[in-house]
């Protein structure tokens, strides 16, 4: 199942790196976006959180909050924000739940293979939880300013 605009966004509720619970609820009042990536300290998932973490002033600017969550433990994320220097929220979705919840996980190709895995998908929610924008099978390569200007 794919989400699109106008769809409710799916509640979770997860830790961050510090081993605090975070949940969409929580964030009512702002927008977020919320992006999924395959796994900490990877070439592409760095990238990425690097770019959001530059971008970071512009994105609050527009009232929104970045959030990030990958199946890595809260250890693996804690360790991946001190070592690349990130501003940003990470959350541990370890069971999948929110990522197959947000169509997130599925079948894609790597390295021309086919596996089942967490599909790089950015979604940006409004203040009353509804996506704006589902954005599925992205490019980790200036994906954080294309994301931007769609605010």
């Not at 970071?56 to 527009?62: G, L, S």
């Not at 969550?69 to 360790?79: F, G, L, Q, V």
């Amino acid at each position: 199942m794919t989400l699109q605009f106008g769809h409710k966004a799916p509640n979770f509720s997860l830790l961050d790196s510090q081993g605090k619970q975070v949940s969409l609820q929580d964030l009512r009042g702002q927008k977020v976006v919320l992006y999924f990536y395959p796994k900490d300290n990877t070439p592409g998932c760095t990238l990425e959180a690097r770019d959001f973490t530059q971008l970071k002033t512009q994105f609050q600017q527009r009232g929104a909050v970045i959030i990030g969550i990958s199946p890595d433990d809260t250890k693996s994320h804690c360790h991946f924000i001190e070592s690349e220097q990130l501003g940003i929220t990470l959350l541990s979705d370890p069971h999948l739940e929110t990522i197959k919840a947000y169509g997130a996980y599925g079948v894609k190709n790597m390295y021309g293979k086919q596996i089942e895995g967490v599909i790089r998908s950015t979604f940006v929610i409004d203040e009353e939880g509804v996506i704006l924008h589902a954005l599925y099978n992205v490019r980790a390569k200036d994906h954080a300013k294309r994301v931007l200007v769609l605010l």
